[in-house]
């Protein structure tokens, strides 16, 4: 700071653990232990899709400091800051310890057997007076493997096919196999093209960013599709961007359909969009895309939430399949694919994570998220989770107090052998 400017970048904490001489320090840690007095425990990231490595130091009970576990596959020896410095939340008055039942409008605290036996006792009666089908859960895709699959396993025991972890999507197109990244997380650092679509890249996944750095630095060439909110100017990614097409999100499609025109009719094929047009833009990008040996298709956040990610899809299968690229997904969350894997979302016809959100549930049970603020249907949650007879929040947090009526606490950090 003595040239009047601090360091704004989402890996500023690394600086901590390369600093020569130990001068710079962490500053929610500093003076508050010493490292002998601190236990450890392995963890991993629930950020982004990154699952970068953790290691979780604890003194009498308590979180001290998190830091990065090195591994040269996912995370090398890097975190993101939101991985080293969230754990200052769960110190906080809104940490969730105890099981809280609402008792005539006020939130009290009970043993667990109370509280087990309430839930158990009410989803029952729900189920009886309305039918499985007015049960439903709703998880966050941030959650554990093991919570997940227990949240689908809980859901059909009851009769229920109610489940969704896609709270943030537009679309529920399901399209065959796993959303996933397509490649290795190792091999972004070599690749030699790069299409993003659809991604604010340093703010969704900022290790990968790094990584794909790596790649642009040593030759490699990154086009992008994508907002302008995601890449306002050239310096944004703090990368050298070569192709930019920087649109509003509803024309994504037609400038993914120009990209693949330019490559059929260089290659001279068929399009797979009759009458696409491609702009000098587009033309840039297929021949980017068309050169070089280890390439890739990435589809951000947006895209994968978007109201067309099934065309946006296509297109991307259709220009990876005639230009030899991987396709996939900078997915959302840190076991989004794990909750596909695991069953997490309707399988024989249930609910969506829309449809639960308009309304008609009886029982709902929220694993790990505040529907408000984590799902398209927004302040509307509230409404609709109102209706129901019975809300039950499993989280590390006291959250949606004003539609709940059981709080759960469960840990924030996964701590199952062999997750890495």
């Not at 599709?225 to 499609?253: C, E, F, G």
């Amino acid at each position: 700071t003595f040239v009047g400017e601090s360091v704004d970048s989402e890996l500023s904490g690394n600086m901590i653990d390369i600093c020569p001489v130990g001068a710079l320090t962490s500053k929610p840690f500093r003076y508050s232990a010493r490292t002998w007095e601190l236990s450890r425990r392995k963890s991993v990231s629930p950020h982004d899709s990154t699952g970068a490595n953790l290691i979780v130091q604890v003194k009498s009970g308590k979180v001290m400091r998190v830091v990065p576990f090195e591994n040269e596959e996912v995370n090398e020896c890097w975190i993101a800051d939101r991985d080293r410095f969230s754990y200052e939340a769960l110190n906080g008055p809104e940490r969730l310890t105890q099981p809280m039942l609402k008792q005539g409008g006020q939130w009290q605290q009970v043993d667990w057997q109370t509280a087990l036996e309430y839930v158990a006792n009410g989803l029952k009666q729900i189920k009886a007076e309305h039918g499985a089908d007015k049960i439903g859960t709703l998880a966050s895709p941030h959650s554990t493997l093991e919570e997940l699959f227990l949240a689908a396993q809980l859901t059909r025991a009851l009769g229920s096919d109610n489940i969704d972890h896609r709270l943030r999507r537009a679309a529920f197109d399901q399209a065959p196999g796993v959303r996933w990244l397509g490649t290795s997380i190792a091999s972004l650092s070599t690749l030699q093209r790069v299409l993003v679509v659809g991604s604010n890249l340093r703010k969704d996944h900022p290790l990968f960013a790094q990584r794909i750095r790596q790649a642009v630095r040593k030759g490699g060439v990154l086009s992008a599709i994508t907002s302008k909110a995601m890449l306002a100017d050239a310096d944004a990614w703090a990368i050298q961007v070569a192709n930019a097409a920087v649109a509003p999100a509803d024309q994504w499609v037609s400038l993914l359909a120009g990209v693949a025109s330019a490559i059929a009719q260089d290659k001279g094929v068929a399009a797979p969009v009759n009458g696409a047009q491609a702009d000098d833009t587009a033309k840039a990008v297929a021949a980017s895309l068309a050169s070089g040996e280890r390439k890739a298709i990435l589809l951000g956040n947006a895209a994968a939430h978007h109201g067309q990610a099934e065309q946006l899809l296509q297109l991307a299968n259709w220009i990876g399949a005639q230009t030899g690229a991987s396709v996939g997904y900078l997915t959302e969350a840190a076991n989004t694919v794990g909750a596909q894997w695991v069953g997490a979302q309707p399988q024989k016809g249930g609910a969506n994570a829309a449809q639960m959100l308009a309304g008609g549930l009886k029982g709902v049970i929220l694993l790990n998220n505040e529907p408000v603020f984590d799902s398209v249907a927004g302040a509307a949650a509230a409404k609709a989770l109102g209706q129901a007879e019975m809300v039950v929040t499993l989280s590390p947090f006291k959250a949606n107090l004003e539609f709940s009526d059981v709080l759960l606490p469960i840990s924030p950090f996964s701590e199952t052998p062999g997750t890495f």
